[in-house]
């Protein structure tokens, strides 16, 4: 999985941590989700990863279009919600 080479190459970058988290959560393996998900909120401090609506406040103003937009929510929001982080 690239998610997993690209946090053996920068284990320190949460955002690599929470694509982790939500991809370990889309195969149903909730165990490496939740301890990834638990490491990005570590290793963030600023609470980035502290709720789904969180960080779609800050996504959201980031020009993308709708459509992609709606497929980040279909996969990477969904993931994340199944790892455990809370919607608010």
């Given at each position: ?30 165990e490496k989700a939740a301890a990834e998900l638990g ?34 929510e279909a996969t990477y929001f969904t993931g994340l ?8």
């Open positions: 999985m690239w998610f997993e080479k690209a946090r053996s190459v920068e284990p320190g970058i949460p955002f690599i941590r929470a694509n982790l988290a939500a991809a370990y959560a889309l195969v149903d393996d909730a490491e990005a909120q570590r290793l963030d401090g600023k609470g980035t990863f502290s709720s789904r609506a969180r960080l779609k406040l800050i996504n959201h103003g980031r020009g993308v279009r709708p459509e992609i937009y709606e497929l980040f919600r199944k790892a455990g982080m809370p919607e608010e």
